[in-house]
């Protein structure tokens, strides 16, 4: 398994992680507010099990091995190392906090690329320590969030010698901004969604700075503010950094590249008056300072800061442009002898395509389906039209602005299908429509042209036929949707809408939700998770295919819920393509679960790979997958909203 996890930079909001967790003493101390974000930049590994050890493989600079390092997985052990301090260190560190609470063997990491430079503010150590959980994580299915991660990454990192703030092993989120809030112990996390591209550049000021005495001399501000010079480093570090903050998070929203540029000059300008004299020897930075007025980078950027916890380590600017910061980065490296890196923020990759299958037998509904597809029974929808269900389907899919619809079909079905969308009633039939009927028919046409039919030669299960529209999603998020499912929201915004808003905002994979009770809940797939808004969004950390009731009762239960309720799929997802990846090879190695080659198992490992959202939609399905379910849903379906 391939594993990468970038360094961290904060954008804003340095030393507020712990300066608000003095909260737990003086309650009148400001919470912390930062913004950071992953970089381009970090540690490349491919990592898999291990009987009995930690064993970690590194490159030098030069391309050369270095000889393994190995401890053996006892906690005595392990803890030992990690007390040694060194590279090294937070791995054991990691390794001993995993065995603390779960039980594991071993694990091999091969770190084959560290392209992170190390002590310059990026939080190289936490990329480790993430680096290590997620590996446990993945490859023994702790069921662990990206949260999760990020928290035993923390912990395995203070069991070192390091005592590092809050927010470095934000880097677990991976190459998008995230906004972390710091109240004594409790640490919230947004996620924020850039509407345009913002172009940075990353600056390694080639000097020294002590972050130790840094930070030392800076808690002696806190608790309680007895001095002027005290009162001007809670003041900055409180109330000033949390109205910055707030303004730059509005900023890349909008993508407003100036405005950031400004906030950040504005954040310099207020640490080094109320925050530098704290611990001049440190903070005065001299060779930070000297980059930030290089005369002949003004005209590429629009400002810039230090990073981290500021002075001569590592600095920060953002570009006009994509060849303004290449220009920038040419300036740094020729006049001024510095190291740079390039960071680009990119908005969220919007969702243009739908995938709907619709080739399966409809085995529970026979003989009808000897006659007719299930996806086109009737169905009357609550304007009192009737039409074929696989229409309602597409109706969803475009009313939440997908662009393009595939639907998976049989060969010898797909003329019944185009009969729909591409092929106009005969003349004489078309003239006895009334006029609002034959504006639906050439909506109809209209819609066909957004349609392709795939072909699904042989049926061999729900994850075959959803890789069948591998080459026509191509590399994009796709949104996919059951053939044999209706939605109705009880909202304004549609089922499908609800999902995307999700996506498009958090960037991560998304299935839709509902409760549903312990009876039902052997008939869908079903999920468990933490909740990361309140009866609204759930991290995942398990995707179960029709469990049995007590299955659901022992490890599906999510808090809040009523005992005898579950969350299950809604029949909506929105999917990296790195899905279609899992399902070749389980097609390649004829993995097949009750015969079949399904997408539950592929969805949990998308999950454990790059984290996974359910989203309890505010709406309801209607199934026609059997007989008494298509009677309900006559019913239901039309009543709906």
Known sequence: MKIFVPGRICLFGEHSDWAGGYRRVNAEIEKGHAIITGTNQGLHAEVKPHPTKLVIHSVLEDGSRKEPYEVVME??????????????????????????????????????????????????????????????????????????????????????????????????????????????????????????????????????????????????????????????????????????????????????????????????????????????????????????????????????????????????????????????????????????????LRPGRRVRKAVIPAAGFGTRLFPATKAV????????????????????????????????????????????????????????????????????????????????????????????????????????????LLGDHLYGSDIDISCSRQLLDVYERTGQNVVGVKRTPAREVQSFGCVTGTWETPDAVLNLSEFSEKPTPEYAAQHLQVEGLDPAEFLTVFGQYVLNPKLFDFLEEHIRLNMRERGEFQLTSCLDRLRQEEGFLGVVVRGRRFDIGSPDAYRQTLWDFRNAG
């Open 75 to 344: 906690p005595e052990a392990l803890l030992a190392a990690a007390q040694q301090g060194g590279f090294y260190s937070y791995a054991a560190g990691v390794a001993y906090q995993v065995m603390t609470h779960y039980r594991v063997r071993g694990l091999e990491i091969d770190n084959t690329l560290t392209d992170l430079p190390v002590k310059k503010g990026l939080s190289s150590s936490a990329a480790v320590c993430v680096l290590v959980a997620r590996a446990f994580n993945r490859i023994y299915d702790l069921k662990l969030t990206i949260r999760g991660e990020m928290e035993l990454a923390y912990w395995g990192e203070i069991t070192t010698p390091s005592r590092c703030g809050r927010l470095d092993q934000g880097c677990a989120y991976g190459n998008r901004p995230i906004l972390m809030t710091f109240d004594g112990d409790r640490i919230d996390v947004k996620e924020i969604s850039v509407s345009k591209e913002l172009h940075f550049v990353i600056v390694d000021l080639c000097a020294e700075k002590d972050t130790r005495e840094i930070l030392n001399r800076l808690n002696r501000c806190y608790p309680f503010a007895e001095t002027p010079l005290q009162r001007d480093v809670q003041e900055c570090l409180g109330p000033i950094n949390t109205a910055i903050v707030a303004e730059t998070e509005q900023a890349l929203r909008q993508g407003d590249a100036a405005r950031i540029g400004t906030l950040m000059t504005r954040a310099q300008a207020e640490f080094d008056q109320r925050v530098a004299p704290a611990c001049p020897s440190q903070l005065t930075a001299p060779v930070l300072h000297k980059l930030l007025n290089h005369a002949p980078l003004q005209p590429h950027v629009f400002g810039g800061k230090g990073v981290g916890s500021q002075g001569d380590g590592s600095a920060q600017l953002i570009a006009k442009s994509a060849e303004s910061q290449q220009q920038a980065i040419e300036i740094i490296e020729r006049d001024l002898d510095m190291k740079c890196l390039s960071l680009t």
């Open 373 to 480: 597809k299930k996806e086109l029974f009737p169905v009357i929808d609550r304007h009192g039209r009737a039409k074929p269900v696989i229409l309602a389907i597409v109706e969803e899919a475009l009313s939440a602005g997908i662009e393009e619809v595939a639907i998976i079909v049989q060969r010898s079905d797909q003329k019944m299908f185009e009969e729909i969308f591409c092929t106009p009633p005969p003349i004489e039939n078309f003239n006895k429509l009334s006029r609002e009927n034959q504006d639906y028919c050439k909506y109809l046409m209209e819609i066909g042209h957004r349609i392709t039919f795939l072909s699904q030669e042989v049926q061999e299960g729900f994850g075959h036929a959803v890789y069948c529209a591998h080459r026509w999603v191509g590399d994009e998020p796709f949104m996919l």
